[in-house]
């Protein structure tokens, strides 16, 4: 009985430290001022909504950068130009060249088609001046309510 004391000790003193690192890596990220939303009404803080842009909108939006500790997000609503699948995860993109191309990565495409209109959603990274990548994304098929700009 006595040796598992030290043993009880040690899994409380790494649930504890597991713990403080979990809230320091939250804290980390930093939130973005409201004026960085100004004139940018596709991009929102985390898992808030935000209004979606059009294919033709949308470069008009995209931010030079983004500071590494913050997370934005980003919707866009276009025609869908690419569906793939690895067996795990899907990638659903719209709009075309040789304007901004926005790829989603996300867990599934419902019943999206080439053609179809849809919605995205999700955490915006910029890979160059004409690919954006949504990751965390849902996609969905566009309905009346999600005017573009």
Request: contains cysteine; neutral net charge; charged residues 20%.
């Amino acid at each position: 009985m006595t040796r598992s004391r030290p043993v009880l000790r040690y899994v409380l003193a790494g649930t504890c430290l597991g713990l403080v690192l979990a809230a320091g890596q939250a804290a980390a990220q930093s939130l973005l001022p409201d004026s960085f939303f100004v004139d940018r009404p596709a991009f929102s803080h985390p898992e808030q909504p935000g209004k979606p842009a059009s294919c033709e909108s949308i470069a008009a939006q995209l931010p030079d950068s983004v500071p590494r500790d913050s997370r934005v997000d980003m919707a866009i609503a276009g025609t869908v130009s690419l569906i793939r699948t690895d067996g795990a995860l899907w990638y659903v993109a719209v709009c075309a060249a040789p304007g901004v191309r926005v790829l989603c990565v996300t867990y599934g495409a419902g019943d999206l088609k080439l053609g179809d209109k849809a919605v995205l959603r999700g955490g915006y990274n910029r890979q160059d001046s004409r690919h954006v990548l949504l990751d965390p994304c849902l996609a969905s098929p566009w309905n009346e309510g999600d005017a573009a700009e």
